[in-house]
């Protein structure tokens, strides 16, 4: 690669770095707006069809081909771990009275359930990004101290489980057969939502009154920012980073979340708050220097 490529990919990855901690943060106050009206699954399949149509047709303007029979497969496969496994378990944590800074703090260990399945796939992370990681974790378990952590067995379990598999989602995608560029985040979303409104009709899901404005307005955000923009560029990362810095937007995300909880959810915050805020920052720049000191892999 040129000197030229190489500072466009450092572009384009701080910016989807920058898209993906500040949106997704906010993804957590939008979830629990839109089940105010929506079912979990329901909602998120609707958002992800949605999402998924709409860049499909933005990669077939920009000249990139329909997926294949097998494309497809792979890409259903994949989405289906991440969207159902992931987001729909985190989505009716949430459901279950679990609160979204807690849910937020309990993603925040997601990095470190990729590095493990990574290592299992034969790619262990550095020291330098084992450190990151740590550092970063601990300033989740400060931040943790602060917010509504009351909820449900049922609740507390899906939180934990969600993690695991989107977290065990990301890291296979690198190994199974999906389509190039857009298309790929297009046939996740569009395959994931499908089998998120099935799984939802399946398991009793039903939309019985009109929901209210702010829920359609929560899931219009969680459309075009939390799936469209946001996951376009998380796919960006997995394809041009390592695990480790692709996920580390978990670290980030609490953040956001205690910061609108305080702002716009009025919720109190205290000292743990203001100690660990920092301390998550300072594992997120671990990480990402550990990425620089990397050699950039070829195009």
């Known amino acids: 690669m040129s000197e030229k490529q190489i500072d466009h990919r450092r572009a384009l990855v701080a910016l989807s770095l920058a898209v993906v901690y500040v949106v997704w943060g906010s993804t957590y106050l939008a979830l629990r707006y839109g089940l105010e009206g929506f079912p979990p699954f329901l909602m998120n399949g609707v958002r992800l069809l949605f999402a998924g149509v709409a860049l499909a047709a933005i990669a077939r303007g920009r000249g990139w081909r329909l997926p294949t029979g097998r494309e497809w497969a792979g890409a259903t496969f994949i989405g289906g771990i991440l969207f159902i496994g992931g987001l729909g378990l985190v989505t009716m944590a949430e459901d279950n009275g679990v609160g979204s800074g807690l849910v ?12 493990l399945w990574s290592g299992m796939f034969g790619r262990w992370p550095n020291r330098l990004e084992w450190i990151g990681l740590a550092v970063g974790l601990s300033g989740v378990v400060m931040l943790s101290r602060e917010g509504d952590f009351r909820g449900t067995a049922l609740g507390t379990a899906l939180m934990v489980l969600s993690p695991i598999l989107w977290a065990f989602g990301s890291v296979l995608s690198s190994r199974v057969r999906l389509p190039k560029g857009l298309m790929a985040s297009a046939a996740e979303m569009f395959g994931g939502g499908g089998l998120l409104i099935a799984f939802g009709w399946a398991r009793g899901e039903r939309i019985a009154t009109m929901p209210g404005t702010k829920a359609w307005l929560a899931v219009a955000y969680l459309s075009v920012f939390g799936s469209l923009f946001a996951y376009t560029a998380y796919a960006y990362l997995l394809a041009n980073t390592r695990p480790a810095v692709a996920t580390s937007y978990a670290y980030v995300n609490p953040i956001v979340a205690v910061v609108l909880g305080v702002t716009v959810g009025n919720e109190v915050v205290g000292g743990w708050t203001f100690a660990g ?7 997120v720049a671990l990480v990402g220097l550990a990425q620089r000191r990397r050699r950039p892999t070829r195009a």
């Open 104 to 115: 937020a703090s309990a993603v925040a260990v997601m990095p470190l359930w990729a590095a």
């Open 277 to 283: 805020l920092p301390v998550i920052l300072f594992g």
